[in-house]
């Protein structure tokens, strides 16, 4: 029976070798250790022009990655690679023609002539996740201009390891195949976690040399090498094995085109410096495959058969050197263990004989002689049992009473302590309270000092209220009384638009920085023109003329009709619209803080200065005096209640509670012991 086939290519990509190899009598299994996944968010899509080369580096990469460079392709007419057979055929379903090298591989594809002196041209590399970078590598060293358009990734297929074992463990003999070291290494851990490291010792068929190192290293003992990773390849190695894999040759007719398909023409695992260097050596694999062969025929073949012995007395004289180690034996073995028994009932037999001599010269006792002496044991016995029997008595009934006695001393105080943790609990939680809402009134006092907040004063006082609603005890009522008799006064306090007055005060400031104080007059000098006349006395008047215009923006020339200014300087003019702005800030303040002293005194002092430049610029000093007048008419300070009574009710309430603690009888440690 032929063995079976473990085909491990991701879903979709093995049916075609599967078909062919059923059709030619194998069984097979088809367990994916790897799923293609294209990816969703593709990264910019490469520009391609008419000399850019684009390499395909296999038929994943052409699934998931022509869709979106299948336009510029036929567009540009672009020079396309394919690294295989299998990625252009599926180029050619989409009507583009791949160059495609003798070896399908990297290196293949290195030495085609397209890529013999890249320099500058754009090459564009599709293909998945990961992957070697001897392609990329080599094209950057030649002058090309790379770029990968990453578009598929592999992941781990989700396999239950036991299960996939125990149909594994039902085949009589299996052939692996792994196209690639990823795939091989996730084959291998299937089997370690299945529990059926013995199956690395079937056959498995790899696509190179590099892989079947890899193979190596994991532990597989029979590794087959194929020329690639194309079924063709398959097929053939599976030629090439001894009888116990493959009794039957293919036919050359029975193998179609499409078992020419390959997952992958390259192998995309990362590649060590170690390992590149490994592949470049030209590797036979037919011999491998024979020397493998050879190497498990010379293991299943028999061992020759031992000559004989030339003496035939020789197993004779071996018998009886046994026979007699056999009794020698016996006999230590009846001195060692048998003699000291033998010899322990010998003594106890003689024993038995004399006590039977001693009873047999005794005189005989009489039945009434037998019946008086076990009455009077019978006696004895029942008078020592009474006499323990009452005092076991005796000492339980004061053990029982001591119990009693202690389990009601313990009950009694375990009742005392119930009642006592009762009212202390109690007592505390109204405290509590108490003292909640004393700490409300405290911070309602704070608000009406600090920030004269009515409205915040009011809240705090009904939480406190509610507070002392909450514990429930008349001893509460005058400090309730209080603070009911406070929030009234806060109800019918003033309100202050400290907001409306603080927007009238900034109003004023900026009006401030528009007055018009004393003669702000600018003298502009316009240049003198050059002389037209020549010589020298045109020259002269023309400097006399410069000269008078440069001294005329150094004086300033006032009318003494017009009312003479307070401030004389410009500076004094500056000086006196800055102090009206700061007097109206100030007024400002004081005005937010609840200062009525400070606030009065800047609108008074802001109101003279105003009235000092009046006659100046009455259009914008008329209304800023009658604003401020308006606003040293506002009560900024209103007389607020200092909530001195509720304080006072709350500490003598708090007091009261305190000195509520209820005397609780324990008893000490000697009443105890009584």
């Not at 695992?269 to 020397?291: G, L, Y």
């Not at 302590?417 to 004393?438: F, H, K, V």
Request: with cysteine.
């Amino acid at each position: 029976m032929k063995p079976t086939a473990v085909l491990t290519r991701p879903s979709g990509t093995a049916e075609t070798l599967g078909c062919s190899l059923e059709a030619l009598g194998w069984q097979v299994l088809y367990q994916p250790m790897l799923m293609i996944e294209p990816i969703a968010e593709l990264p910019v899509v490469p520009v391609i022009t008419r000399d850019s080369i684009v390499i395909f580096i296999s038929a994943n990469a052409v699934r998931a990655g022509l869709s979106h460079l299948s336009t510029d392709i036929l567009k540009t007419g672009a020079t396309v690679l394919a690294v295989g057979e299998a990625t252009a055929t599926a180029l050619a379903q989409d009507g583009i023609t791949a160059v495609v090298p003798a070896r399908a591989d990297s290196e293949g594809l290195l030495a085609l002539g397209e890529l013999a002196d890249p320099k500058d041209r754009p090459i564009v590399i599709v293909k998945g996740e990961g992957g070697r970078g001897l392609l990329a590598d080599t094209l950057s060293d030649r002058g090309a201009a790379v770029a990968e358009f990453v578009c598929y990734r592999r992941l781990p297929a989700d396999v239950d390891a036991a299960d996939f074992c125990w149909h594994l463990c039902r085949e009589e003999s299996l052939v692996f195949q792994a196209s690639s070291a990823e795939t091989l290494e996730r084959l291998s851990a299937l089997l370690g976690e299945g529990g059926q490291p013995n199956l690395l010792d079937s056959p498995v068929i790899v696509p190179s040399a590099r892989v079947a190192e890899v193979a190596s290293a994991l532990g597989w003992s029979r590794i087959l090498v194929a020329e690639n990773a194309s079924d063709r390849a398959f097929l053939k190695v599976l030629n090439l094995t001894d009888d116990n894999v493959v009794r039957d040759k293919l036919p050359e007719e029975e193998l179609s085109t499409e078992e020419e398909q390959a997952l992958t023409d390259v192998d995309d695992s990362p590649k060590t410096a170690q390992e590149i260097e490994s592949s470049r050596e030209p590797v036979e694999r037919d011999d491998m495959a024979a020397t493998s062969v050879d190497q498990n025929q010379q293991q299943s073949a028999p061992a020759p058969a031992q000559p004989a012995p030339r003496r035939a007395d020789w197993f004779a004289r071996l018998l009886l050197v046994l026979i007699l180690l056999c009794l020698g034996a016996a006999s230590y073995v009846g001195w060692r263990f048998l003699w000291p028994q033998w010899t322990q009932l010998t003594g106890a037999d003689s024993r038995v004989e004399e006590r039977l001599a001693r009873l047999e010269g005794r005189e005989a006792v009489t039945p009434a002689q037998m019946n008086a002496a076990l009455a009077s044991g019978l006696r004895e016995l029942q008078t020592s049992l009474i006499s323990s029997i009452n005092d076991s008595g005796d000492d339980l009934a004061n053990r029982q009473a001591s119990m009693a006695a202690e389990y009601k001393a313990l009950l009694t105080r375990l009742d005392r302590m119930e009642i006592r943790l009762a009212r202390l609990t109690a007592t505390d939680r109204r405290q509590w309270l108490a003292q909640e809402a004393a700490f409300t009134v405290r911070l309602a006092a704070q608000r009406l000092s600090s920030a004269r907040d009515v409205n915040a004063a009011i809240a705090l006082l009904n939480n406190a209220d509610n507070l002392l609603a909450e514990v429930d005890d008349p001893r509460l009522s005058r400090a309730r009384i209080a603070i009911a008799a406070d929030r009234t006064q806060l109800l019918a306090a003033p309100k202050v638009d400290s907001v409306g007055i603080h927007a009238r005060f900034s109003a004023l400031a900026t009006q401030a920085n528009e007055l018009t104080i004393g003669s702000r007059r600018v003298v502009t000098t316009q240049p003198i023109p050059e002389p037209k006349e020549e010589g020298l006395l045109a020259r002269l008047g023309w400097g006399w003329e410069a000269a008078l215009s440069k001294l005329s923006s150094y004086l300033v020339i006032k009318s003494r009709s017009a009312s003479p200014s307070v401030f004389t300087t410009p500076d004094e003019e500056e000086l006196a619209r800055q102090m009206v702005r700061l007097l109206i800030e100030q007024a400002q303040i004081a005005a937010l803080s609840g200062n009525q002293a400070l606030f009065d005194g800047a609108v008074s002092r802001a109101s003279d200065i105003l009235r000092l430049v009046e006659s100046q610029d009455p259009r914008h000093v008329n209304p800023m005096l009658e604003e401020l007048a308006l606003l040293a008419a506002t009560d900024i300070a209103p007389t607020l209640p200092d909530l001195i009574q509720s304080s006072a009710a709350l500490a003598d309430a708090l007091a009261l509670l305190e000195n509520d603690v209820v005397a609780v009888d324990i008893p000490t440690a000697d009443q105890q012991e009584q």
